[in-house]
């Protein structure tokens, strides 16, 4: 046998090993797919034999292939037993490869735990090293289970090689596995004072990775981080705490002001740039947190703008971009500062590097002002005209126009010169962009009155080369612009001095080519064109002329008649009609041109995007009043929800409204019929710069289409923007000095300069005043429009209050009865603690030890760093440290109050380890002392125990939670008024409890939790749960088993001994309840023997057990319930005696709501389904009853939930 | 956190991939074109970062907990250490033994997050394993020895 087997072995000597694999696929390159199926059969013999060498060497191959993208999960199990091979050789290529394809769904994981267990026991740091790491990569939440008590000894390992691997794979325990953090908590804290660096790092990184998630539950770890940051000299935990402080520093602004100081410190020393940019970076946080200015505030951000400068001008490409990005966040606080880097920023415009241009771009848009907006934009039409790539050019032809637009036009004093640079514009070849120069080229026409004939002038001129324009397909973004020009020249045609020329251009054959939508729009608008020429040749009694253009358009329209298009074709032969119409009356010598011109009577106003909204609903007109009442329930149904609506009401600006609006209403009258009256004299009064460079074509003003030779053009001289520049610079140089004159008649000199009433002027732009007299006319808003923003927040949006990270790993700790029993009580008292003592005070002993246990630690890591402090070299320290230590939760919970909403609903938003500090803390505090006082003893010899042995301690460490977390679920169960384990059968042999809750991550998924607990004296195992699935409901079975299969119960059950085990069901509609059948198998062993028994179950699946607490701020609630497609349903109970406060626990703890907010004995109280249903409730208590209305998206989910909270409540 | 590690040439082709999070497998050569251009790695909260060494980049997919910087310094550690251990690297070091690139690795980077960034420490590790196979090895290829004497 044994020959046989080394015989064997020598045979596989010649087998491939991996690089024989690696070089055989490069020599195969044709036929690679057909290698490596080759390959893979191979191997499947290879995995067949015993020697476990061959099977390695084979799964190394599998990892290699797995690389290339081919699925080896069907050797899992290979992978497995290579895993478990004792050589470390071997022990590695398993786990590296089961890092590499394992992960949750794979079924065999679960056979890994034992061997992953004896390798973290192993007395070979590198099988442990080796097993920790792959663990990382596919660790499971009931990996993490079983194996966290494992990993938190290692944390205390001798060689620090484990210890940092330990510490961070805790970070993926926790992540899987919430309920670890709080036990493992205080060790992972001591490691960020472990003597080896490289485990304080570790530490840090966990931390940071924590922090970073739920900042505020780790403001407390701030003054150890400080401490940390002020002392380690290693970049890399430098990094990581500068980063984390970023997070921390919105959430207390004080913590920001003490790190400005250490943080320049930092800027001024390092040499390395990484740790320099996070610093700026998180300076750059810090300064935008502090609202508020602060002495040396300006100073700092000089600071930063000038290492950012450093960076920008590195060679390295890195810097560079990163440099510009942190310039930007900046620039939204402090333009100031950045822009007298302007020159820098100009120049990164010129780099090779299409990012970095971009990244430049950027800023600049912050950067421009009215001095410089010519000079920037002037800069940038030389990179379009460079630019290669279309993207580029694309980016910056957007840019511009969002640099000129932005806020209103705010910065562009000539809009001449604006109308000549969207001209110029249109010269880009295949830009995408045509019809956003469109849009501005219409804007800027229909709002800057002042500017139409100059606009009219230059749309013309496009008109009449719009076979440039138009001629080449590829340019076809670009003939958007001929919508503008062609709508502007018909609609401001009195303005054009050439109408019949322009008519032609419009009128050529060659326009047909266009899209659809343009040729619309030239047909409608050569009509305009049309009776605007016919009025003037009226007016100047030339008949004959006004007949020929009749003719031409008759002769003309035509083609456009015959258009595939539809629009074209049906406006084209209407307008035909008309004409051939209106010929006839000019043969019979009537006069029309008057009714023809009256065909487009009436200006165009421009109207606000937003005016729709914007109408006030008139007062009286409830738009969710019954037109007609419905036939029943009428009565309660109108006034549940006013009364619902009614605690809101304040705090909603709409209902207010109307007290102030019609002093406002006459107010805006008032102003715009002052706007209206003034328009006229705006053009008056205009000194008509425009004139001047039509009077002076100067040689310099080459028209753009010349450059097409072949075709001879009579084109006036398109002015280019760039003359614009220079002429600005005049006009400002004579008004500077104009000024200076007459400085003291400063009043009179504000005549003529209307300045654009809706623009910010920024103090140095003041003294430029526009080139025109330009009113940029606002969008009409409807009359008495509220002025309020407040519109533009979404209003169905109840998920901003729900903010909640679903990986937050702290969350999902409700699933601990022990934590939800706690939840109840913070909401019957949220500020008065006395109530909460009591009842704690009467919890079991020895989840007290376990409290006390982590307490006693705390403490004296409170002493400890207590006197670090106080050694430390500043006294101030110790006090700042001291008076923020109770702030934070007063401000975290400031924080949720602003906008009304109580402080009830924050202790359901989250269990954290943070507060659960506090709350020891107070709940220590006044506990009797003498109480006290025997714990601490206790506790004491147990420290002392732990010390003497640090074997013993590692011992004691590893049962210590798993005893804990155990007795977590049973805790409760004696407390029969606030346990959500309810029984669900039980016999001689075994009780089983159960719970419900609902899944976060998946809709229609809910888990089962199951106590089993062994009354009998004797051993349960095979332990098998199987349910009779219903159409609705389905027990969720591993993949590949049938639905008549039971699920194995994952542990066996000594005498006395209890467990949980959880199961997960699928649903499909969640508006009932359900009822699922199902039996327990088991074997019972004992010395006699053992036998199979069963136990029959029913689970109830409540309404109730599909709701996840979900916080809600009253602002988010009101909108929901204003949103009006919630159903509506209520009850009302009798006979009530506990108080009030006890009856929204009970509702909280049972039903899963919690309190938005709660006034006197009336609270609305909120939830969610697992499937999105909202669901409010109002609770009003009266003297012995209690009324709880309801609204819902669902009704049947509504009344259904609304009869289980009958139940309860008719219990109380 | 890092998402994931990848090493590919000049043509797209990979070298090494190490995924810290699990993400639905097709062709890697495919993953390393698509994720360049187009951030497809999981969720929004992406940044590649990469570094270009003749013909090989090192592309890192991190989320904003990440230093950018402090990233490209870790790529270089990466691959001073590479150099260290292969002597002079080169691409065909990779090919031919990304299972020793992969044990390098995860002495820098476990699970997602940085471990070690000390090229001493991880050398020294690196050696302390492979003087152990070696002597696990040097075990085997005696008892082999044996084995040919005794046929």
């Given at each position: 046998?044994?020959?046989k087997?080394?015989?064997?072995?020598?045979?596989?000597?010649?087998d491939k090993?991996?690089?024989?694999l690696v070089?055989?696929?490069?020599n195969?390159?044709?036929d690679?797919a057909k290698?490596?199926?080759h390959?893979?059969?191979?191997?499947?013999?290879e995995?067949?034999?015993?020697?476990?060498?061959?099977?390695?060497?084979?799964?190394?191959?599998?990892t290699?292939?797995?690389?290339l993208?081919y699925?080896?999960s069907?050797?899992?199990?290979?992978?497995?037993?290579?895993?478990?091979?004792s050589?470390?050789?071997?022990?590695r290529?398993?786990?590296?490869?089961a890092s590499?394809?394992f992960h949750?769904g794979?079924d065999v994981?679960?056979?890994?735990?034992?061997q992953?267990?004896?390798d973290?026991?192993s007395?070979?740091?590198y099988d442990t090293?080796?097993?920790?790491?792959g663990?990382?990569?596919?660790?499971?939440p009931?990996?993490?289970?079983?194996?966290a008590?494992?990993?938190?000894?290692?944390?205390?390992?001798?060689?620090?090689?484990?210890?940092?691997?330990?510490v961070?794979?805790m970070?993926?325990?926790?992540?899987?596995?919430?309920?670890?953090?709080r036990?493992?908590?205080?060790r992972?804290?001591e490691?960020l004072e472990?003597?080896?660096?490289?485990?304080?790092s570790?530490a840090?990184?966990v931390?940071c990775?924590l922090a970073?998630?739920?900042?505020?539950?780790y403001?407390s770890?701030?003054?150890?981080f400080f401490?940390?940051?002020?002392?380690?000299?290693?970049?890399w935990?430098?990094?990581k705490?500068?980063?984390?402080?970023?997070?921390?520093t919105p959430?207390e602004p004080?913590?920001?002001?003490?790190?400005i100081?250490?943080?320049?410190?930092?800027?001024?020393?390092?040499?390395?740039?990484s740790l320099l940019?996070?610093c700026?970076?998180?300076?750059?946080?810090?300064?935008?947190?502090l609202?508020?200015?602060?002495p040396?505030?300006?100073?700092?951000i000089?600071?930063?703008v000038?290492?950012?400068r450093?960076?920008?001008e590195?060679?390295?490409q890195?810097?560079?971009?990163?440099?510009l990005?942190?310039m930007?966040?900046?620039?939204k606080t402090?333009p100031?500062?950045v822009q007298s880097?302007?020159?820098?920023i100009l120049?990164?415009?010129?780099d090779?590097?299409?990012?970095?241009?971009l990244?430049?771009?950027?800023l600049?848009?912050?950067?421009?002002?009215?001095?410089?907006?010519?000079?920037?934009?002037?800069?940038?039409?030389?990179?379009?005209d460079?630019?290669?790539?279309?993207?580029?050019r694309?980016e910056?032809?957007t840019k511009?126009?969002?640099?000129?637009?932005?806020s209103?036009?705010?910065?562009?004093?000539n809009?001449?010169?604006?109308?000549?640079i969207?001209?110029e514009?249109?010269?880009l070849?295949?830009?995408?962009h045509?019809h956003?120069i469109?849009?501005?080229?219409?804007d800027?026409?229909?709002?800057?009155k002042?500017?139409r004939?100059?606009a009219?002038?230059?749309?013309?001129?496009?008109?009449?080369n719009?076979h440039?324009i138009a001629?080449?397909?590829q340019r076809?973004?670009?003939c958007?612009?001929?919508?503008a020009?062609?709508?502007?020249?018909?609609?401001f045609s009195?303005?054009l001095?050439?109408?019949?020329?322009?008519?032609?251009?419009?009128l050529?054959?060659?326009v047909?080519?266009?899209?659809?939508?343009i040729?619309?729009?030239?047909?409608q608008?050569?009509?305009?064109l049309?009776?605007?020429?016919?009025?003037?040749k009226?007016?100047?009694g030339?008949k004959e002329?006004?007949q020929?253009i009749?003719?031409?358009m008759?002769?003309?329209l035509?083609?456009?008649?015959q258009?595939?298009d539809?629009?074209?074709q049906e406006?084209?032969?209407?307008?035909?009609?008309?004409?051939?119409?209106i010929?006839?009356?000019q043969i019979k010598?009537v006069?029309?041109a008057?009714e023809?011109?009256?065909l487009?009577?009436?200006?165009?106003?421009?109207?606000?995007?937003?005016?729709q909204k914007?109408v006030p609903?008139?007062e009286?007109l409830d738009?969710d009043?019954?037109?007609?009442?419905?036939?029943?329930?009428?009565?309660?149904?109108?006034e549940?929800?006013k009364?619902?609506?009614h605690?809101?009401?304040q705090?909603?600006?709409r209902h207010?409204?109307p007290?102030i609006?019609?002093?406002?209403l006459a107010?805006?009258?008032?102003?715009?019929k002052?706007?209206?009256a003034?328009?006229p004299?705006?053009?008056k009064?205009?000194?008509?710069p425009?004139k001047?460079?039509?009077?002076?074509?100067?040689v310099?003003?080459?028209?753009?289409?010349?450059?097409d030779?072949?075709?001879?053009?009579?084109v006036p001289?398109?002015?280019?923007s760039?003359?614009?520049?220079?002429?600005?610079?005049?006009?400002?140089?004579k008004?500077?000095l104009?000024?200076?004159?007459?400085k003291?008649?400063q009043?009179?000199?504000?005549?003529?300069?209307?300045?654009?009433?809706?623009?910010?002027?920024?103090e140095?732009?003041e003294?430029i005043?526009?080139?025109?007299?330009v009113?940029?006319i606002t969008?009409?808003m409807?009359e008495n429009?509220?002025?309020?923003d407040?519109?533009?927040?979404?209003?169905?949006?109840?998920y901003k209050?729900l903010?909640?990270?679903?990986?937050?790993?702290l969350?999902d700790?409700?699933?601990?009865?022990?934590?939800?029993h706690r939840?109840a009580?913070?909401?019957?008292?949220?500020d008065?603690?006395?109530?909460?003592?009591?009842k704690?005070?009467?919890k079991p002993?020895?989840?007290?030890?376990?409290?006390?246990?982590?307490?006693q630690?705390?403490e004296?890591?409170?002493?400890?760093e207590?006197?670090?402090?106080?050694?430390?070299?500043k006294?101030?320290?110790l006090?700042?440290w001291?008076?923020?230590?109770?702030?934070?939760s007063?401000?975290t919970?400031?924080?949720?109050e602003?906008?009304g909403s109580?402080?009830?609903a924050e202790?359901?938003?989250?269990?954290?380890a943070?507060?659960?500090e506090?709350e020891?803390?107070n709940d220590?505090?006044?506990?009797?002392?003498?109480?006290?006082k025997k714990?601490h003893?206790?506790?004491?010899?147990?420290?002392?125990?732990?010390?003497?042995?640090?074997?013993?301690k590692?011992?004691?460490?590893?049962e210590?939670?798993a005893?804990?977390v155990?007795?977590?679920t049973?805790?409760?169960?004696?407390?029969p008024?606030?346990s959500?384990?309810?029984?669900?059968?039980?016999n001689?042999?075994?009780?089983m409890?159960?719970?419900?809750q609902?899944?976060?991550?998946n809709?229609?998924?809910v888990t089962?939790s199951?106590?089993f607990?062994?009354?009998?004296?004797?051993?349960?195992?095979?332990?098998?749960?199987?349910v009779?699935?219903?159409?609705n409901?389905?027990?969720?079975?591993?993949?590949?088993?049938?639905?008549h299969?039971?699920i194995?119960?994952?542990?066996?059950?000594?005498?006395?001994?209890?467990?949980?085990?959880?199961?997960?069901f699928?649903?499909?509609s969640?508006?009932?309840?359900q009822?699922l059948?199902?039996?327990?198998?088991?074997?019972?062993?004992?010395d006699e023997g053992s036998?199979?028994e069963?136990?029959?179950?029913?689970?109830?699946?409540?309404?109730?057990?599909?709701?996840?607490?979900?916080?809600?701020?009253?602002d988010a609630?009101a909108k929901?319930?204003?949103s009006?497609?919630?159903h509506?349903s209520?009850?009302?109970v009798?006979?009530?005696?506990?108080s009030?406060?006890?009856?929204?626990?009970?509702?909280?703890f049972?039903?899963?709501?919690?309190?938005?907010?709660?006034?006197?004995?009336?609270?609305?109280m909120y939830s969610?389904s697992?499937?999105g249903?909202?669901?409010?409730?109002?609770?009003?208590?009266?003297e012995?009853?209690v009324?709880v209305d309801g609204k819902?998206n669902?009704?049947?989910l509504?009344?259904?939930?609304?009869?289980?909270?009958?139940?309860t409540?008719?219990?109380? | 956190?890092i998402?994931?590690?990848l090493?590919?040439n000049?043509?797209?082709?990979?070298?090494?991939s190490k995924?810290?999070?699990?993400?639905?497998?097709?062709r890697?050569?495919?993953?390393c074109?698509?994720?360049?251009?187009?951030?497809?790695i999981?969720?929004?909260?992406?940044k590649?970062?990469y570094r270009?060494?003749?013909?090989?980049y090192?592309?890192f997919?991190?989320?904003?907990?990440?230093?950018?910087?402090g990233?490209l310094d870790l790529?270089?550690?990466f691959?001073?250490?590479?150099?260290?251990?292969f002597?002079?690297v080169c691409e065909?070091?990779?090919?031919f033994?990304v299972?020793k690139?992969?044990?390098?690795?995860?002495?820098m980077?476990?699970?997602?997050m940085?471990l070690?960034?000390?090229?001493n420490e991880i050398?020294?590790?690196?050696?302390?394993?492979?003087?152990?196979?070696?002597?696990?090895?040097?075990h085997i290829?005696?008892?082999?020895?044996c084995a040919?004497i005794?046929l």
């Amino acid at each position: 046998m044994a020959l046989k087997m080394v015989k064997g072995s020598i045979d596989r000597m010649f087998d491939k090993n991996l690089q024989d694999l690696v070089r055989g696929i490069r020599n195969h390159k044709e036929d690679e797919a057909k290698y490596i199926s080759h390959c893979i059969d191979e191997i499947k013999q290879e995995l067949k034999q015993d020697n476990i060498a061959v099977k390695a060497n084979a799964v190394c191959k599998l990892t290699y292939l797995q690389m290339l993208g081919y699925d080896i999960s069907w050797a899992a199990f290979n992978i497995i037993e290579v895993m478990s091979a004792s050589k470390f050789t071997f022990k590695r290529i398993g786990y590296l490869a089961a890092s590499q394809c394992f992960h949750e769904g794979t079924d065999v994981i679960m056979l890994t735990t034992n061997q992953i267990r004896k390798d973290l026991s192993s007395p070979n740091q590198y099988d442990t090293g080796v097993a920790l790491t792959g663990l990382s990569c596919f660790v499971t939440p009931d990996l993490a289970r079983d194996l966290a008590n494992d990993i938190m000894t290692l944390m205390s390992h001798t060689k620090p090689y484990i210890r940092k691997k330990a510490v961070l794979i805790m970070y993926k325990v926790f992540l899987k596995y919430p309920e670890s953090l709080r036990p493992a908590f205080p060790r992972l804290k001591e490691k960020l004072e472990d003597p080896d660096p490289g485990v304080q790092s570790a530490a840090v990184n966990v931390i940071c990775e924590l922090a970073r998630r739920n900042p505020k539950n780790y403001l407390s770890l701030a003054p150890l981080f400080f401490k940390l940051m002020t002392s380690s000299t290693n970049n890399w935990v430098l990094i990581k705490i500068i980063k984390l402080f970023g997070a921390l520093t919105p959430l207390e602004p004080r913590l920001g002001k003490k790190l400005i100081e250490p943080l320049t410190n930092l800027i001024h020393s390092t040499s390395a740039m990484s740790l320099l940019y996070e610093c700026v970076n998180t300076v750059i946080a810090v300064l935008i947190s502090l609202s508020s200015g602060m002495p040396n505030h300006s100073a700092s951000i000089q600071l930063c703008v000038q290492k950012l400068r450093i960076l920008i001008e590195d060679s390295d490409q890195n810097l560079k971009y990163l440099g510009l990005l942190a310039m930007s966040k900046i620039l939204k606080t402090h333009p100031k500062s950045v822009q007298s880097h302007k020159d820098l920023i100009l120049q990164c415009l010129d780099d090779k590097d299409e990012s970095i241009r971009l990244r430049a771009l950027d800023l600049l848009y912050g950067m421009v002002s009215k001095k410089n907006l010519m000079e920037i934009v002037k800069k940038l039409m030389i990179h379009v005209d460079k630019a290669e790539g279309t993207t580029y050019r694309d980016e910056l032809l957007t840019k511009i126009i969002d640099i000129c637009s932005q806020s209103n036009y705010q910065y562009i004093t000539n809009f001449e010169w604006y109308i000549s640079i969207l001209v110029e514009l249109t010269r880009l070849e295949g830009t995408r962009h045509g019809h956003l120069i469109a849009a501005q080229m219409l804007d800027v026409a229909i709002r800057v009155k002042a500017i139409r004939k100059f606009a009219v002038s230059q749309m013309a001129m496009l008109l009449d080369n719009a076979h440039l324009i138009a001629s080449n397909t590829q340019r076809n973004g670009i003939c958007e612009v001929l919508y503008a020009a062609a709508w502007i020249c018909g609609e401001f045609s009195e303005h054009l001095e050439e109408s019949n020329q322009t008519l032609e251009a419009m009128l050529r054959p060659k326009v047909t080519t266009l899209p659809g939508h343009i040729q619309a729009v030239y047909v409608q608008n050569m009509v305009k064109l049309y009776a605007s020429i016919l009025q003037q040749k009226e007016q100047a009694g030339e008949k004959e002329a006004a007949q020929e253009i009749t003719q031409l358009m008759v002769d003309r329209l035509p083609q456009f008649v015959q258009s595939a298009d539809l629009e074209v074709q049906e406006r084209a032969s209407c307008i035909l009609q008309l004409i051939k119409y209106i010929q006839k009356l000019q043969i019979k010598e009537v006069p029309v041109a008057e009714e023809v011109i009256a065909l487009f009577a009436g200006e165009l106003n421009p109207v606000a995007p937003k005016a729709q909204k914007k109408v006030p609903v008139p007062e009286g007109l409830d738009l969710d009043a019954w037109i007609n009442e419905p036939p029943s329930d009428s009565e309660s149904e109108d006034e549940k929800p006013k009364t619902i609506f009614h605690d809101e009401e304040q705090r909603h600006s709409r209902h207010r409204q109307p007290e102030i609006d019609e002093e406002e209403l006459a107010r805006r009258r008032e102003v715009r019929k002052q706007e209206q009256a003034n328009n006229p004299f705006y053009i008056k009064s205009s000194p008509s710069p425009q004139k001047q460079y039509q009077d002076t074509p100067g040689v310099e003003h080459i028209p753009v289409v010349q450059i097409d030779l072949s075709v001879p053009l009579k084109v006036p001289g398109m002015p280019m923007s760039d003359q614009y520049v220079k002429l600005e610079e005049e006009r400002r140089h004579k008004q500077k000095l104009e000024k200076d004159k007459k400085k003291k008649k400063q009043k009179k000199e504000k005549k003529g300069k209307h300045r654009r009433h809706n623009s910010l002027h920024t103090e140095s732009d003041e003294d430029i005043a526009p080139a025109q007299h330009v009113d940029i006319i606002t969008e009409e808003m409807p009359e008495n429009a509220l002025p309020s923003d407040e519109d533009d927040k979404d209003p169905n949006d109840p998920y901003k209050a729900l903010d909640i990270d679903l990986d937050k790993p702290l969350a999902d700790s409700e699933k601990l009865p022990v934590q939800r029993h706690r939840n109840a009580e913070n909401l019957k008292s949220p500020d008065t603690e006395a109530p909460l003592v009591g009842k704690k005070s009467k919890k079991p002993k020895k989840k007290e030890k376990k409290r006390k246990e982590k307490e006693q630690e705390k403490e004296k890591k409170k002493e400890k760093e207590k006197r670090v402090t106080e050694e430390g070299k500043k006294g101030e320290d110790l006090d700042f440290w001291l008076s923020t230590a109770p702030p934070p939760s007063s401000i975290t919970q400031t924080q949720s109050e602003p906008e009304g909403s109580t402080v009830l609903a924050e202790p359901e938003e989250n269990e954290d380890a943070k507060k659960e500090e506090q709350e020891e803390e107070n709940d220590e505090g006044k506990k009797s002392s003498k109480h006290r006082k025997k714990k601490h003893k206790k506790e004491k010899e147990e420290k002392s125990k732990d010390k003497k042995k640090s074997k013993k301690k590692h011992h004691h460490g590893e049962e210590e939670p798993a005893e804990s977390v155990q007795n977590g679920t049973l805790d409760d169960e004696p407390l029969p008024p606030m346990s959500s384990y309810c029984l669900l059968a039980e016999n001689s042999y075994v009780k089983m409890t159960y719970d419900i809750q609902g899944n976060l991550q998946n809709d229609s998924q809910v888990t089962v939790s199951v106590i089993f607990e062994n009354k009998s004296t004797s051993f349960l195992k095979s332990m098998e749960l199987n349910v009779l699935d219903s159409l609705n409901a389905k027990m969720l079975r591993p993949e590949g088993s049938s639905v008549h299969d039971g699920i194995p119960v994952p542990f066996q059950l000594p005498p006395g001994i209890s467990n949980e085990a959880q199961f997960v069901f699928t649903l499909q509609s969640i508006v009932m309840a359900q009822k699922l059948k199902g039996t327990l198998s088991f074997i019972v062993k004992n010395d006699e023997g053992s036998t199979h028994e069963k136990l029959d179950f029913k689970v109830h699946f409540s309404c109730a057990s599909y709701l996840i607490t979900t916080p809600c701020y009253s602002d988010a609630f009101a909108k929901l319930l204003e949103s009006g497609d919630l159903h509506m349903s209520s009850i009302k109970v009798d006979g009530i005696s506990i108080s009030f406060q006890h009856l929204l626990a009970k509702i909280c703890f049972y039903h899963h709501f919690s309190v938005v907010e709660r006034v006197d004995s009336c609270a609305s109280m909120y939830s969610r389904s697992i499937q999105g249903h909202h669901v409010c409730l109002l609770v009003k208590k009266g003297e012995n009853s209690v009324s709880v209305d309801g609204k819902c998206n669902d009704s049947t989910l509504l009344s259904n939930l609304l009869d289980e909270m009958k139940e309860t409540l008719s219990k109380c | 956190m890092i998402k994931a590690i990848l090493i590919f040439n000049n043509h797209g082709k990979p070298r090494l991939s190490k995924f810290y999070q699990r993400y639905v497998r097709g062709r890697a050569s495919l993953y390393c074109c698509n994720c360049i251009h187009s951030g497809l790695i999981g969720g929004s909260d992406n940044k590649l970062i990469y570094r270009h060494y003749a013909t090989l980049y090192f592309v890192f997919c991190v989320d904003s907990s990440e230093s950018e910087l402090g990233i490209l310094d870790l790529i270089q550690v990466f691959v001073e250490t590479l150099d260290k251990c292969f002597e002079n690297v080169c691409e065909l070091d990779l090919i031919f033994h990304v299972d020793k690139v992969h044990n390098i690795l995860a002495e820098m980077v476990m699970g997602g997050m940085v471990l070690e960034t000390n090229m001493n420490e991880i050398v020294t590790q690196i050696d302390a394993q492979n003087k152990l196979e070696k002597s696990e090895v040097s075990h085997i290829c005696h008892w082999y020895q044996c084995a040919l004497i005794v046929l």
